[in-house]
């Protein structure tokens, strides 16, 4: 008996052991996050439209030219009816469009566009004021985030991993 529990001792001592089948990760981060300011418009382009029908016309209306800094003017047109007392249809409408613009104003220091170029479709976003806002990663493992003004967002974020290969 105790040459074989000898044995069975001598065969556990010269057992290769390997650490190299175990791994382990640890991860810490914080992610701070803070909105920018954005304007999105849709110019609005002009137009002119007539339509009928028994309707003579003395003068076609339209639209004028326009440049950078003026829109298209509009025209009303002059118009009769044809044929006296018969039955007639009529339609005639016009809208200005937009000036082009260039270029946008600069942001402020509130992040957000001060005095956006609207056209006649618009949507400003107003950007994130950091305010408070901060992260700290912690060598117990704890990361701390603090809350910052409106348009903000922080993550604290600890990801362990352990793996062991047979």
């Known amino acids: 008996?105790?040459?074989?529990?000898?044995?069975?001792?001598?065969?556990?001592?010269?057992?290769?052991?390997?650490?190299?089948?175990?791994?382990?990760?640890?991860?810490?981060?914080?992610?701070?996050?803070?909105?920018?300011?954005?304007?999105?418009?849709?110019?609005?382009?002009?137009?002119y439209a007539v339509s009928g029908?028994?309707?003579?016309v003395t003068t076609l209306g339209g639209l004028g030219t326009s440049s950078t800094t003026a829109?298209?003017?509009?025209?009303?047109?002059?118009?009769?009816?044809?044929?006296?007392?018969?039955?007639?249809?009529?339609?005639?409408?016009?809208?200005?469009?937009?000036?082009?613009?260039?270029s946008q104003s600069s942001l402020s220091s509130g992040g957000r566009v001060d005095t956006p170029n609207i056209y006649g479709s618009s949507t400003q976003y107003q950007g994130g004021t950091a305010g408070t806002l901060a992260g700290t990663l912690s060598p117990t493992g704890v990361s701390t985030v603090t809350a910052g003004g409106a348009g903000t967002s922080a993550i604290g974020q600890r990801t362990v991993e352990l793996s062991v290969f047979k």
Do not use: H
Request: hydrophobic share 45%; charged share 15%; aromatic share 4%.
């Open 1 to 47: 008996m105790k040459k074989l529990l000898l044995l069975a001792g001598f065969m556990l001592a010269t057992a290769p052991v390997s650490a190299a089948e175990i791994r382990s990760t640890i991860v810490d981060s914080v992610q701070l996050t803070v909105d920018a300011p954005a304007v999105t418009s849709t110019r609005v382009g002009s137009e």
């Open 53 to 56: 029908t028994n309707v003579s």
């Open 71 to 102: 829109p298209a003017s509009l025209t009303a047109g002059s118009y009769d009816i044809n044929t006296d007392g018969q039955a007639f249809t009529f339609s005639e409408s016009g809208m200005v469009g937009d000036v082009a613009v260039t």
